[in-house]
DNA sequence: ATCGAAATAT
DNA sequence: TATATTTCGA
């Protein structure tokens, strides 16, 4: 009865139908504990020596999916041999004999737990969870074939997107993902503290992500309550977070997605608690930036019941916006322009799974403030207000910016500092800019404070970049930014922002301006500003009904 | 239902 | 204090 793909795609009732190798040398112990399996629907093979059980193994690989062995006092030999024969197999040591060092070999020697005995159902009932961490912790490579079909069969049934392509709704959560942090949990917790194994090391995560609350009270005896209990509730927000969530956006394939940003709390076994962050790159590395193509398209609701444990009940993660994080997030809102970066979109653009709108929209609520503090204390850009054109021939020592330093299209400049809200590297070229030219290195603080060009819609402006660099540098169409419109309004903090619509006397010199930048490319661009990009441009011009624009010429052909 | 601002929480 | 989350009105 050889689980074929297909059947296993049907293997609703998972554990169900287990097949477990069972070697113990006390027939009573054996009878005793197959009956327990069995009760459990257990597909039980029992054995009293390990060659036996090592023959069977070997003429039939995929005959099992886990094994329990039994630690006999007299001849562990007997088991180690087993276990180091039998490295494929998911093997629980038991034993009534709790030595730790016994304990500790088996472990050593690839044991996946050791349980003492008696062996309770609850216990018992738990050892699936081994095969499930097995089947998806193990590189294909490794994946014994006995253990593909449980990971497909078990990926299906959460709805995971797997090679062999399926794809619904699946939770936005990657598996493989996951089980790479389990297992480094797992590695941790056996390779250097902990002793006792857990119950469901592989699972931990999963585990404590159940109770938010605390409890957890997983520890060798862990019984059955893993997924069940608090189901939907907080559910609308548990989904977003999810476990690292992050990746697994539609694409499967590609290469590994950038890692989450979020933080995740790993509860051990000893009631200790470690943050752990995983970054989305490290700092030394260069990333392009997101890959992963992933269709905006993540988790829809209609998840099934086993979705429980993958939606991991986290509760609320605290996004860290890291530097890259918050990149992106600039990025986004750079590309959207702002009058189309709403929450939602950013959202979208960033293709950051496991962000939830709220996050962004708080993020962006903090962005916008700061922005809007740091306006009303430009002062140079009297330049702006000035209603003589000529001011703007000149270019003060230090321009102002919409942003500061930073360049849009490129793929990522190294690593970013702190300075949230200052952007990425980047320098303008020709125009002296208060970072070092070519050093793509972050302003302190300080760059914090970049300057918006006041009255200006910073945002409609994109950031200074070199000219040449990029196609849409130039296109100004002559229609009329919402940017320039509101360019008087020099007491930004004072009076309300006008209406990006509203026409307004200054717009004739923003059209020189406008005009002459146009007609000198060669020449930088005054207050070191940059075009819009492509993006905020075309979404303008369809804004204002202009859906066919000629990309081609863009760069010159801009008459007066 | 979403956005944005304000209130809260950490 | 700063920043992230939650709440609440529009």
Redesign the pocket.
Known sequence: MVCTANDLQKWKDFPKGLRVLLLDGDTNSAAEISAKLEAMDFIVSTFCNENEALSAISSRTEGFHVAIVEVSTSSSEGCYKFLENAKDLPTIMTSSNQCLSTMMKCIALGAVEFLSKPLSEDKLRNIWQHVVHKAFNSGASVLSDSLKPVKESVASTLELQMDNGQHENGMSIDLDKVSKFTDNDLEQSVGSDKFPAPSTPQLKQGARLLDDGDCQEHTNSSTEKENGEHEHEGES?SVEITCENLYADGTLPPNKPEKTLIKEEEDFVDGSKRESTVSAHPPNRKVPSNINGGTASPNKAGVPSVSRDTKCNRK??????TPELHKKFVQAVEQLGVDQA????ILELMKVEGLT???V??????Y?MHKRQILPKEEDRRWLHQRDPMQRSYYPQRPIMAFPPYQSNHTLSPAPAYP?WGQPGGHLPGVQVWSPPGYPVWQPTESWHWKPVSGMHADAWGCPVLPPAQGPCFSYPQQNMPGFHNAHAADYSSSMPRSTSEPHPEEEVIDKVVKEVISKPWLPMPLGLKPPSTDSVLAELSRQGISNIPLGNKGSSNPS
Do not use: E, T
Not at 316 to 321: E, L, P, Q, S
């Open positions: 927000k609320k993660i605290k996004v860290d916006w709403i929450p939602s979109r709108r709220h996050n929209a708080s993020h962006l609520q903090k916008r949230m």
